[in-house]
């Protein structure tokens, strides 16, 4: 889907990034995370391997040179295990784009990043017309903000009928992208008038959503960051 | 391991014994024969069930032969009841006849209030009566010296059976007594249950399999009055609705500030409307409010205020259908519809103490056609009908937390692990393919985890005894122990900081700063949300909404709703000869002049036009969770043939299919869409089943260790493995779809969400007899009720996701 933001072209993928010219922007990919739940003895399989290799698909078919995280690129320190540690560096030999962090909440759990990875490491990046941060809060200098943080969900249906999408939640000053991992829940967005939400239906792909937040008795969502 | 005990020898206790009937006889008491024939049968070395009406004297019947046992040779009686409320009650109870004879025994209870340094006390030296619940109990089967501690055992003692009966709480407890027998051969097994249909199958329940129960019926006339507080115009009640504030008037005058009342409601957010509602019509009458989301010092106080007389009126939900004794409850009231016998009866029994006395419910309908219900109810009781409750079948979450409790508690290895869960009633035919999926499962994992074979939950040593080595492990799992999982829910905080109790986090999250809302009885003010509490103040303005508190809504039981047929039928036939049938002349003559009333030997099918579409309406008077199932089921045959939407509504009596088009609707509800065959299958494949077993899964997973006990009430630290239990569950889905966890939680959607042996029995029964299809002009009194529930509720729809949310798109768009 191809919209134009600030001036600028972008295309949303369904597989949870969004490209700008020769930039891939993700968002929350939590590398290691289930690594985390089974370091203390919650047994969840791994979503790690899939992750790497749908954001190396994504690399060669929207032909960019680059990558930018909006934070969140690790979970925690407990999942850093020697496999998680392998599978990255492995992933970087077969993928060795330009990829630049910008740092969210839990990567301060890892204050250095493995050189192995080559991972290129900020706070924020100011482009053209866009700011790049993790946390979804406008601009002062009035550049309209890419972020992730919150997960980006939308819920529809009501009662039995009730089902939940990731999304894309591009609001006034604010554009959300879906968190990335696998493994990872999605809050629920709270649009304003004017907002666009733009739902990742599984085998359907990408479908626009108008105003959920204005449906009177709005369904009833868990939240989960 | 366990140390083997002699089998008691079946006349120890004699000397004793006869003492405790001399303390009986001191008290002014004989004893009952129900309670001499407990007594000889347990002597007997026999286990079994006495089966007694509330407050008959049962504690003494169960707890005096293992007492004097104990008392001349030694050992421990456990005592288990599903309320830790009642344990101090049990515990002064069987004191009386320790301290009165100076037998010189400990009794003590031990439940979750109980104080650190006294549990520690009791793991040490277990006290020769313990009182305990059953997740206290299931706590202590995780202490490492569990068998020694056990091996001394008696018996054990399991009271209010038949709450526990038909729950994941029944299904662990029935693991733990066949744990509690393997390290005490010689124990015995003796449940108390209140009234059920199926004492046989409770009784063998609560022994375990291999043991042949001894039943004990205690013939104890308790005469049950039931009243019906009638409108002068019965024309007045709604023809739907369940809040339904429409007697308040009547009620208000009927009630007696002098007399002790406890009036019964059937959910929360009814509780917090009608203790407002009551309170402002009755300025000055000290009133208590009850239900499970209310602080624990609040219930406390209303429990202790209707106990010692200074509150005269508490308005309560199931939360007070057990408990301890309310002695000056002199009336009782039910509000709106009881759903189901067992429960009027349990509520009807909080009045009239005394063994023998009568117990009086006034009843009041906030419906007209719950006149019928109650009419209904109370013919089913004077003909001795009442619900069975059934044990559940091998959950295997609870499998699963029983088998890492175990490793704990002693260790244990795989075939004489197997052998002992098979004795456990619900476990009985569990296969060796499925133990060993769950051995799997908190061994390494499961087959999702079989690429990571550094992940290791239990080890087996070289002898093939499992333990649980890890120690922070150990200390999670001690945390999760038990199976009641509560709704996820927010603390309600005033200001000052105190609590107020805990509302659904969904309710909250609907609400904006400076929404009002009724909690606790009171109108209160959002002011914010953080750290999942909800602060709150005195709101000023008069109005506002009644938060929803998810599963309150209970389905009519399938013996009142056979009941309910029957009272119907009799209608047909010219009999409304009680009060409340009377009363309700005027709807059955409507209804019989729009369509017809239902008759007994066929089932009816009402068809109207209206602007909405073409509806059909369906009266099987099953229970929603059944008529949930058929609509489902009838619209996605249907639908199969003939692409259509329809939209469903259901309530106790029927359902409603709407449709955008004309139908043959005797083609769509015939034989074709009655088919027994591929029932699972087809309900399945109609609904948005993925997201009811997902929902499931929240319980599962909790249950069976599979979330980090710090949520969701976690404090900082614990965060980074918060997890919705939904991801989980697409997480193992993705990765193997048949995961232990993911098939138990496909399980309880079609075992309990649709109730699959009452639809399937449901189903046969529809497509036996004819189906009288009937032309109405409009919607009768009977179908009134559906078109409001799917106006007020979203009803099922049988599209799928993408056309769903095409729909809503269109819906959001033009709003």
């Known amino acids: ?225 | 391991m366990a140390r083997p005990v002699a089998a008691p020898s079946p006349g120890e206790g004699a000397g004793t014994l006869e003492r405790l009937r001399g303390w009986f006889g001191t008290r002014g008491w004989r004893p009952l024969p129900f309670q001499e024939a407990t007594w000889s049968a347990w002597r007997d070395g026999r286990s079994g069930l006495v089966h007694v009406p509330t407050g008959a004297g049962k504690t003494y019947a169960a707890a005096l032969a293992p007492l004097a046992a104990v008392a001349e040779g030694g050992g421990h009686l456990l005592y288990v009841s599903p309320l830790r409320a009642m344990s101090r009650d049990i515990e002064s109870a069987v004191r009386a006849p320790v301290d009165a004879l100076e037998l010189g025994l400990r009794v003590e209870a031990r439940t979750g209030d109980t104080p650190s340094h006294v549990r520690a006390r009791q793991r040490r030296d277990l006290p020769h009566v313990l009182v305990t619940t059953p997740e206290s109990l299931a706590l202590l089967l995780t202490e490492p010296d569990a068998p020694a501690r056990f091996a001394r055992l008696r018996g054990v003692v399991v009271d209010e059976w038949h709450e526990l009966l038909d729950s994941k709480r029944g299904s662990l407890l029935e693991l733990g007594l066949a744990r509690l027998r393997g390290f005490a051969p010689g124990s015995r097994t003796w449940a108390l249950s209140a009234t059920l249909s199926n004492v046989e199958e409770a009784a063998r329940a609560a022994v375990g399999v291999g043991c042949e129960p001894v039943v004990i019926r205690a013939e104890l006339p308790r005469p049950v009055v039931i009243e019906t507080l009638l409108p002068p115009d019965p024309r007045a009640l709604p023809w739907a609705g369940h809040l339904g504030v429409t007697l308040l008037p009547a009620l208000v005058r009927w009630l007696d500030p002098e007399r002790s009342t406890l009036v019964f409601v059937n959910t929360r957010a009814q509780a917090e409307q009608w203790y407002a509602a009551l309170t402002a019509a009755l300025p000055g009458v000290p009133m208590g409010l009850h239900h499970g989301s209310v602080e624990r010092e609040a219930r406390e106080a209303a429990e202790a205020g209707l106990k010692d007389g200074s509150l005269k009126l508490v308005v309560a939900t199931a939360s007070l259908d057990l408990g301890v004794d309310l002695a000056p409850v002199e009336r009782v009231v039910q509000i709106g519809s009881p759903k189901g016998l067992a429960r009027l009866l349990q509520r009807a029994g909080r009045s009239g103490h005394r063994p023998g006395e009568t117990c009086r419910i006034l009843c009041v309908p906030t419906h007209a056609l719950q006149l019928v219900e109650i009419a209904a109810a109370r013919d089913a009781l004077e003909r001795g009908e009442i619900e069975p409750r059934r044990p559940m079948r091998a959950p295997l979450d609870v499998l699963g937390q029983h088998l890492v409790s175990s490793a704990l508690g002693g260790g244990w290895s795989r075939a004489s692990m197997y052998a002992e869960v098979r004795t456990a009633w619900g476990f009985r035919d569990l296969s060796e393919a499925a133990f060993d999926a769950a051995l799997a499962m908190v061994r390494e994992g499961g087959r999702a985890l079989r690429a990571y074979p550094q992940f290791r939950k239990l080890v087996a040593d070289p002898d093939g005894v499992h333990r649980l080595p890890d120690p922070e492990l150990a200390r999670f799992h001690r945390l999760t122990v038990g199976t009641i999982v509560g709704d996820v829910t927010m603390m309600v905080r005033m200001g000052n900081g105190a609590s107020l109790g805990s509302i659904d986090e969904g309710f909250i999250a609907r609400l904006s700063p400076g929404a009002r809302f009724l909690f606790a009885g009171r109108l209160l003010e959002l002011v914010r949300v953080r750290d999942l509490t909800a602060w709150v103040r005195p709101a000023t303005r008069r109005t506002g909404v009644t938060p929803h508190w998810p599963g309150t809504r209970l389905p009519i039981s399938g013996t009142l709703g056979a009941a309910v047929r029957r009272v119907f039928e009799g209608v047909r036939d010219g009999r409304a000869d009680t009060p409340e049938l009377v009363a309700a002349r005027f709807l059955f003559e409507e209804q019989a002049r729009l369509s017809r009333l239902p008759g007994p030997d066929s089932v009816m099918v009402e068809r109207c036009r209206t602007a909405e579409g073409w509806h059909a309406f369906v009266y099987p008077f099953e229970g929603r969770a059944v008529h949930e199932g058929l609509a489902a089921l009838i619209a996605s045959r249907w639908g199969r043939r003939t692409p259509v939407t329809f939209t469903i509504a259901v309530n106790d009596y029927g359902f409603e299919l709407l449709s955008p088009t004309v139908l043959p609707w005797e083609e769509v509800l015939g034989p074709e869409a009655l088919r027994l065959d591929g029932l699972v299958e087809d309900v399945l494949a109609s609904v948005n089943h993925t997201e009811l077993a997902r929902r499931r899964f929240r319980d599962v997973a909790r249950i069976a260790g599979f979330v980090h006990p710090g949520q969701p009430w976690a404090p900082k630290g614990a965060r980074q493995l918060q997890v919705s239990t939904g991801l989980l569950f697409d997480v193992l889905v993705r990765h193997d779809p048949e995961h232990l966890l993911v098939v138990q939680a496909r399980r309880e959607v079609i075992e309990q969400h649709f109730e699959e042996d009452r639809l399937a029995r449901a189903l046969a029964r529809l497509s036996s007899v004819p189906l009288e299809h009937v032309d109405t002009p409009h919607p009768s009194p009977l179908a009134f009720p559906l078109v409001i529930e799917r106006l007020s509720v979203d009803g099922l729809s049988t599209e799928a996701a993408a056309q769903r949310l095409q729909r809503l798109r269109e819906t959001w768009t033009s709003s």
Not at chain 1, 69 to 95: I, M, Q, T
Not at chain 1, 107 to 117: A, G, I, K, T, Y
Not at chain 1, 123 to 130: K, M, S, Y
């Open chain 1, 1 to 225: 889907m191809d919209l134009v933001v600030a001036g600028e072209g972008v295309r949303l993928y369904a597989e949870r990034a969004l490209r700008w010219g020769s930039t891939l922007l993700v968002a929350d990919l939590h590398w290691g995370k289930s690594a985390a739940f089974r370091a203390a003895g919650l047994p969840v399989p791994d979503e790690l391997e899939a992750d790497l290799e749908r954001l190396e698909r994504l690399v060669a078919t929207a032909e960019v040179d680059r990558v930018v995280v909006l934070g969140d690129l690790v979970h925690a320190r407990a999942g850093l295990s020697e496999g998680v540690l392998e599978a990255v560096s492995a992933f970087r030999r077969r993928c060795p784009v330009a990829m630049t962090l910008v740092r969210g909440n839990h990567d301060r759990h890892v204050p250095e990043l493995p050189p192995s990875w080559g991972i290129d490491d900020r706070v924020e990046r100011v482009e053209g017309p866009f700011r790049f941060r993790h946390h979804p809060v406008p601009d002062p200098d009035g550049r309209y903000v890419w972020a992730g943080h919150v997960h980006a969900g939308v819920v529809v249906g009501r009662g039995i009928d009730r089902v939940s999408f990731p999304c894309f939640h591009l609001g006034r000053s604010v554009g959300i992208l879906p968190a990335f991992g696998g493994f990872t829940g999605s809050g629920r967005v709270r649009g304003e008038p004017g907002d666009r939400v733009v739902a990742i239906v599984p085998e359907v792909g990408l479908v626009e959503v108008e105003r959920p937040g204005e449906r009177r008795g709005a369904p009833r969502g868990g939240h989960t960051l």
